[in-house]
Structure formats: structure tokens, C-alpha cells
């Protein structure tokens, strides 16, 4: 049956390794799209801290050969030298130490079970597992997370970044805000600002910074920073009305870019991919301006959109299956800058 991995269908199974930031993930995957197992450990900050660069590849290191033991077991892979048809990982963008830390056991399980290793653009991996989870077909992409804020659309095998963050990531400037509120980043701080947010009554006026295609958010952040703690010691408003605000006013300026792009292209669908994704006051913005322009709005749940194995799984079995030539493991190296342009997409029409 197509269904089984035997016999003269065989269907192509990846296994990929995720570990560009705080999440460790371990995916895989049939090559109809179908997911296997997504085994995934976060590494949580301590509250007011950031995730550092050593803790987390500490983090990725400790239990890496754990959640590899779990996604095989859970996707019933008991040869993997026989069953898989290739490994991926992520090459970058991401933090150093904690890439390096991932890549590694690629690449030596690469070597151990002899099968050829894809090297993936994290960016774009995000955008396909989103295409393949919603169904959307040709979308103007809004990728955002705590590292990136890109909106990209797909033109001649590439895809295209028509505006971005001049500096800091959305999810950069939501995490920081956090700890200077003192929130929690369990399970994350961007999760937890979201539900305070749900809480806010009033809109604190802060700066709006969109220049064309691009936004800034560094601003923002300085000004609620300074205001902020001024605005709680005299009652003048709550944490949630803050954060609140701040979600108002960053999302505003992500729906705008996103509009004129899907203006420029003339498309009709919007994908949200990326961990910033799931945050449901994210979505119903970005509804209500696709609705008025008689498109269709795309997005996944946590389980696609948070940093995961399956997506790179994926990526790499669709590189695979459309002629990209294997990295060889003394090039199986990682960047801590990795364009999303500069893949050329050679799955897509």
C-alpha cells in the first residue's frame, strides 16, 4: 500500500534537526507530507533573562539523543540506516552555539547510518511547513518570530523579501518587554504577554514606525521601557494595558506592510508563519484587513508555527527529492546569517 514504507511504493521518509534558538526539535517525515513525529524541549530562561547562547546549546546537548530516541520510536523506525532517505538540519539563521551543538549529531548520525545530509534554510522551512499544514497555495508570507520579521513572497525560485525589521525581530522586542516586566518566560514570554494583553482596557499612545516596506521596532521598545515604569509606580496605567498597547501598535505595523505587499503581488492569501504566529490578536488583525480585500488568511497552530524537527524534515526531503545535491559532511556547517532569498526553490513552479 502507498501507505507502508515496504516494498516497490516505498514511500521516502527525512529525519530533520531543529536547533537555531531556545526550542530543540527532532522531526519526521513522509515524503507526501505526511508527519511521522515532532519531538520538541525548550529551553526556559530564568524570569528577566534572555536565553544565552552557551546555556541553550548546553540545553540542545542534553537531550538531543533523548528526543532523536523518542521521534524514531514514535514514527516506528527501528532501522534507521534502512529506513530513512536522508537527514536535514538547520544551517542557519540562528545563534551559533546552539546551531553548532544540533549540526553536530547530524552530522555523525550522517555518517552512521550513511545517508545523505541536507543542509536547510530555517526561514524557509518555516514557510513550507505552513504552506503544507494550511494548504495555501501561492500566499504573501508574514514570517515572524523572536529572531526574524520578514514579508516575503514567492517570485521566480526564490522567495522574495519585500519588507523586514530594520532592526530588532517582533518577537525580540515582545521577549524584552517581558522581562522588563518582570514576566515569566515559561512557557513563553511571548505567550505571556499575550494573555495579559487580554486584560487591557487602555491604549497608551507609543511610536508607530513603518518606513515603506520596512518597520523598526527598537523605538517602540525604548519608549515603553522609559514610560512604562513610570506610567506603573503612579497608577497612571496597568501592566496589561502596556502590553496591550504594545501589541496593538507592533501588529499594526505588520498588518500594513503585509497589505501593501499583497497590494504590490496582487495575491489574495496571507500565511503567518513563525513563533509569533500563533498569537491569536496577531491573527484576528490580520483577518479583518484580508477579509476587506476579499482574500483568505492562512495559520497554524503552536505545534507548526513554534521553531520544530518536522520542518526541517520537509524542507530537506522536498531539497532532496527535486535534485539539490547532498552537503557533504566537511561543508555541513552553520551561519548565523542565512538569507531567505538565497535558497533557490527548485520544488516550486
Given at each position: 500500500?502507498?501507505?507502508?514504507?515496504?516494498?516497490?511504493?516505498?514511500r521516502?521518509?527525512?529525519?530533520?534537526?531543529?536547533?537555531?534558538?531556545?526550542?530543540?526539535?527532532?522531526?519526521?517525515?513522509?515524503?507526501?507530507?505526511?508527519i511521522?513525529?515532532?519531538?520538541?524541549d525548550?529551553?526556559c530562561?530564568?524570569?528577566?533573562?534572555?536565553?544565552?547562547?552557551?546555556?541553550?546549546?548546553?540545553?540542545?546537548?542534553?537531550?538531543?539523543?533523548?528526543?532523536?530516541?523518542?521521534?524514531?520510536?514514535?514514527?516506528n523506525?527501528?532501522?534507521?540506516?534502512?529506513?530513512?532517505?536522508?537527514?536535514?538540519?538547520?544551517?542557519?539563521?540562528?545563534?551559533?552555539?546552539?546551531?553548532?551543538?544540533?549540526?553536530?549529531?547530524?552530522?555523525?548520525?550522517?555518517?552512521?547510518?550513511?545517508?545523505?545530509?541536507?543542509?536547510?534554510?530555517?526561514?524557509?522551512?518555516h514557510?513550507?511547513?505552513?504552506?503544507?499544514?494550511?494548504?495555501?497555495?501561492?500566499?504573501?508570507?508574514?514570517?515572524?518570530?523572536?529572531?526574524?520579521?520578514?514579508?516575503?513572497?514567492?517570485?521566480?525560485?526564490?522567495?522574495?523579501?519585500?519588507?523586514?525589521?530594520?532592526?530588532?525581530?517582533?518577537?525580540?522586542?515582545?521577549?524584552?518587554?517581558?522581562?522588563?516586566?518582570?514576566?515569566?518566560?515559561d512557557?513563553?514570554?511571548?505567550?505571556?504577554?499575550?494573555?495579559?494583553?487580554?486584560?487591557?482596557?487602555?491604549l497608551?499612545?507609543?511610536?508607530?514606525?513603518?518606513?515603506?516596506?520596512?518597520?523598526?521596532?527598537?523605538?517602540?521598545?525604548?519608549?515603553i521601557?522609559?514610560?512604562?515604569?513610570?506610567?506603573?509606580?503612579?497608577?497612571?496605567?496597568?501592566?496589561?494595558?502596556?502590553?496591550?498597547?504594545?501589541?496593538?501598535?507592533?501588529?499594526?505595523?505588520?498588518?500594513?506592510?503585509?497589505?501593501?505587499?499583497?497590494?504590490?503581488?496582487?495575491?489574495?492569501?496571507?500565511?503567518i508563519?513563525?513563533g509569533?504566529?500563533?498569537?491569536?490578536?496577531?491573527?484576528?488583525?490580520?483577518?479583518?484587513?484580508?477579509?476587506?480585500?476579499?482574500?483568505?488568511?492562512?495559520?497554524?497552530?503552536?505545534?507548526?508555527?513554534?521553531?520544530?524537527?518536522?520542518?526541517?524534515?520537509?524542507?530537506?526531503?522536498?531539497?532532496?527529492?527535486?535534485?539539490?545535491?547532498?552537503?557533504?559532511?566537511?561543508?555541513?556547517?552553520?551561519?548565523?546569517?542565512?538569507?531567505?532569498?538565497?535558497?533557490?526553490?527548485t520544488?516550486?513552479?
Amino acid at each position: 500500500s502507498s501507505q507502508s514504507n515496504e516494498g516497490p511504493h516505498r514511500r521516502m521518509l527525512c529525519i530533520g534537526f531543529e536547533g537555531s534558538a531556545n526550542k530543540l526539535g527532532v522531526g519526521i517525515v513522509r515524503d507526501d507530507g505526511t508527519i511521522l513525529a515532532n519531538e520538541r524541549d525548550t529551553y526556559c530562561a530564568p524570569t528577566g533573562c534572555g536565553f544565552l547562547p552557551r546555556d541553550t546549546a548546553k540545553h540542545h546537548r542534553d537531550h538531543i539523543i533523548r528526543l532523536t530516541q523518542q521521534a524514531l520510536q514514535k514514527a516506528n523506525i527501528t532501522d534507521p540506516a534502512k529506513q530513512l532517505a536522508c537527514l536535514s538540519y538547520t544551517k542557519g539563521p540562528g545563534m551559533g552555539s546552539p546551531l553548532v551543538s544540533t549540526a553536530v549529531v547530524a552530522r555523525a548520525l550522517a555518517l552512521l547510518w550513511n545517508k545523505p545530509l541536507i543542509a536547510v534554510n530555517h526561514c524557509v522551512a518555516h514557510i513550507e511547513m505552513g504552506r503544507q499544514v494550511t494548504g495555501a497555495k501561492d500566499p504573501v508570507v508574514l514570517y515572524v518570530s523572536g529572531g526574524n520579521t520578514q514579508v516575503i513572497a514567492y517570485s521566480l525560485k526564490r522567495y522574495r523579501i519585500f519588507g523586514e525589521t530594520i532592526d530588532i525581530a517582533i518577537g525580540n522586542c515582545l521577549d524584552r518587554f517581558a522581562r522588563v516586566i518582570s514576566v515569566s518566560n515559561d512557557p513563553s514570554p511571548g505567550y505571556n504577554i499575550e494573555q495579559l494583553a487580554k486584560q487591557g482596557k487602555q491604549l497608551v499612545d507609543l511610536p508607530y514606525t513603518v518606513k515603506g516596506m520596512d518597520v523598526s521596532f527598537s523605538g517602540l521598545l525604548s519608549y515603553i521601557e522609559s514610560i512604562g515604569k513610570d506610567k506603573l509606580d503612579k497608577g497612571e496605567c496597568t501592566q496589561s494595558d502596556l502590553c496591550f498597547s504594545l501589541q496593538e501598535t507592533a501588529f499594526a505595523m505588520l498588518v500594513e506592510t503585509t497589505e501593501r505587499a499583497m497590494a504590490h503581488c496582487g495575491q489574495s492569501e496571507v500565511l503567518i508563519v513563525g513563533g509569533v504566529a500563533c498569537n491569536v490578536r496577531l491573527q484576528q488583525m490580520m483577518q479583518k484587513m484580508v477579509e476587506e480585500r476579499g482574500g483568505k488568511l492562512f495559520a497554524t497552530d503552536e505545534r507548526y508555527c513554534i521553531d520544530n524537527g518536522a520542518m526541517i524534515a520537509l524542507t530537506g526531503l522536498l531539497m532532496y527529492k527535486s535534485g539539490y545535491e547532498p552537503t557533504p559532511i566537511e561543508q555541513a556547517t552553520c551561519t548565523q546569517r542565512y538569507r531567505t532569498d538565497e535558497i533557490q526553490v527548485t520544488w516550486r513552479d
